[in-house]
């Protein structure tokens, strides 16, 4: 068997996903360094030798953004011979979700600056990471469907009608309204807020929080959430 003298690296990539004002985002870094210095691209890097996956996908976060996610899991693993110019690298993607409006975004280390970026408004992106993106996003707008994960995204309390947008912004479909609140009420594992908030025009919204807990349980019985 003919051995490689060239060792493979490994890297994490992380696509973090964030919605406001009706929009879903991505964060981009850019580039401190070659390849494809002063470039867009998904935050990451390599794995050290003591670090698990998401040890290391969550350091390289956390130093090149300022972001912390409790919600990131695994996406795909992508090995093509020459998606990296220095050698042959591996990277495990993961993808996470997170509320913009809880952290204060700030490169450092490898990236020279950090945003936010529309999906409707991507700059080009080194690697192959545009791919990644794309596969995170057809991730997201299927398990959306059939697991509350897009709660995620929006604030600890809401009123019904963020949810609504939510999930026609990520799906790009509009909803009947009457019977989207009456399935997504149906399910019960939203709780009613007694904070209501008046607009200038129109009746109070009322708020809502996800019971997790009551979910988990739900689940664990055999409960079917389905949004199509």
Do not use: C
């Not at 992380?14 to 691209?41: H, M, T």
């Not at 030798?49 to 695994?74: D, N, S």
């Not at 409707?120 to 690697?127: E, H, M, Q, S, V």
């Not at 026609?168 to 709780?191: G, H, T």
């Amino acid at each position: 068997m003919n051995v490689p003298n060239e060792a493979i690296r490994l890297t994490v990539d992380a696509v973090v996903f964030g919605y406001r004002d009706g929009q879903l985002f991505v964060a981009l870094i850019n580039r401190k360094y070659p390849p494809y210095a002063d470039q867009w691209a998904l935050p990451g890097g390599f794995v050290a030798p003591t670090e698990t996956l998401e040890e290391a996908v969550q350091r390289e976060l956390r130093e090149e953004t300022g972001i912390q996610t409790r919600f990131l899991e695994q996406l795909y693993t992508f090995g093509a011979v020459d998606r990296d110019p220095r050698q042959r690298v591996v990277s495990v993607a993961y993808m996470g979700l997170v509320r913009p409006s809880d952290f204060q975004i700030q490169a450092s280390t490898d990236a020279q600056d950090v945003a936010w970026f529309a999906l409707n408004k991507l700059p080009p992106l080194a690697f192959d990471h545009a791919a990644i993106l794309q596969r995170a996003l057809d991730r997201l707008r299927g398990k959306l469907t059939y697991e509350p994960i897009g709660l995620n995204l929006l604030d600890e309390t809401f009123p019904f009608g963020d949810l609504e947008r939510l999930y026609a912004a990520i799906l790009n479909k509009p909803f009947d309204r009457r019977n989207f609140r009456k399935k997504v009420l149906s399910f019960n594992i939203l709780v009613e807020q007694p904070q209501k908030v008046t607009p200038e025009k129109g009746r109070p919204a009322t708020y809502y929080a996800f019971d997790k807990n009551r979910y988990e349980t739900l689940r664990a019985s055999g409960f079917l959430f389905d949004i199509k």
